[in-house]
T-cell receptor, first 111, second 112 residues
């Protein structure tokens, strides 16, 4: 079936460094790619999304890039801060609009 | 403006018991979803609804039923709970496909 692969599963960086999380998807018809952040014990919250008609989108320290030919997209966080520590999920839509989520990346930012 | 509210927050069941999880949203969203979250497996879609009176199966629908009698409410039922259904359940809503999904705080369900 259709799926989304996310790597790495854990990521540890020093405060101020950059963090990159990568996802690949299998459905070539996917057009919508959101990223969610989930702090421990909390609800997932949307941090950024991108649609297939653009290759990159930025929001302050967060950016997402999309390569539709290769069917992969990435989340980039610059100047990381301890409050960026959380689990991050990528997702892609299937035909019909439903989201398939990646397995998650646990990001730890060390002060 | 509460957003998406889930009740209960925690529940412990015995194998074979039944229960209903309630999700309510006050954003007038058409689309509502139920996910389960298990360690290392991300969020998996159980059932979803694209409007009042409609429901459809997601990735992992077996053992669950849903109803959307009112636009603002989406109920998830377990008719005969099994230990494999121990999980954290999240409800979400959105205005349409490809619109941000807003999640509730989750229900932590343990089945003994």
């Amino acid at each position: 079936g259709e799926n989304v692969e996310q790597h790495p599963s854990t990521l540890s960086v020093q405060e101020g460094d950059s963090a990159v999380i990568k996802c690949t998807y299998s459905d070539s018809a996917s057009n919508y790619f959101p990223w969610y952040k989930q702090e421990l014990g909390k609800r997932p919250q949307l941090i950024i999304d991108i649609r297939s008609n653009v290759g990159e989108k930025k929001d302050q320290r967060i950016a997402v890039t999309l390569n539709k030919t290769a069917k992969h997209f990435s989340l980039h966080i610059t100047e990381t801060q301890p409050e960026d520590s959380a689990v991050y999920f990528c997702a892609a839509d299937l035909q019909g609009g439903k989201l398939i989520f990646g397995q998650g990346t646990e990001l730890s930012v060390k002060p | 403006n509460a957003g998406v509210t889930q009740t209960p927050k925690f529940r412990v069941l015995k194998t074979g018991q039944s229960m209903t999880l309630l999700c309510a949203q006050d954003m007038n969203h058409e689309y509502m979803y139920w996910y389960r979250q298990d360690p290392g497996m991300g969020l998996r879609l159980i059932h979803y609804s694209v409007g009042e009176g409609t429901t459809a199966k997601g990735e992992v629908p077996d053992g669950y039923n849903v109803s959307r009698l009112k636009k603002q409410n989406f109920l998830l039922g377990l008719e005969s709970a099994a230990p494999s259904q121990t999980s954290v359940y999240f409800c979400a809503s959105s205005g349409a496909w490809h619109q941000p999904q807003h999640f509730g705080d989750g229900t932590r369900l343990s089945i003994l």
